[in-house]
């Protein structure tokens, strides 16, 4: 393990050592599971977005299936994908038709 020094507020001390009365844990302990609850969920939803992106320049979803997942309406796919140098493929009629049923 790596010693690492934090500044905490007055009241977030507080709470802090309140829980690791209340539990029976150190403070260090609280704060390790709070890192890795908020970082493990980053990294899941980066890695939820790489699939897709990869399931899109494969062709085996569409635009509208991309949107969906990435959690966005379907122009803001569109801006994510230029900026990730992804071109934007044209959908045929039955691809605008599932969007369609999709939305």
Avoid: C, F, P, W
């Avoid at 507080?14 to 609280?30: C, I, V």
């Avoid at 493990?40 to 569409?62: F, N, P, Q, T």
Wanted: hydrophobic share 35%; charged share 35%; no cysteine.
């Amino acid at each position: 393990m790596k010693r690492t020094n934090i500044m905490l507020t007055d009241e977030q001390h507080r709470k802090l050592k309140s829980y690791s009365k209340k539990e029976g844990r150190t403070l260090g302990e609280l704060v390790r599971e709070a890192v890795d609850n908020v970082y493990k969920k980053k990294d899941v939803v980066d890695h939820r977005k790489s699939v897709a992106l990869d399931a899109y320049k494969e062709g085996l979803i569409s635009l509208g299936k991309l949107s969906e997942i990435l959690g966005v309406d379907i122009l803001s796919a569109r801006l994510y994908l230029k900026e990730q140098g992804i071109s934007v493929g044209g959908q045929d009629k039955y691809e605008i038709a599932m969007d369609a049923a999709n939305a």
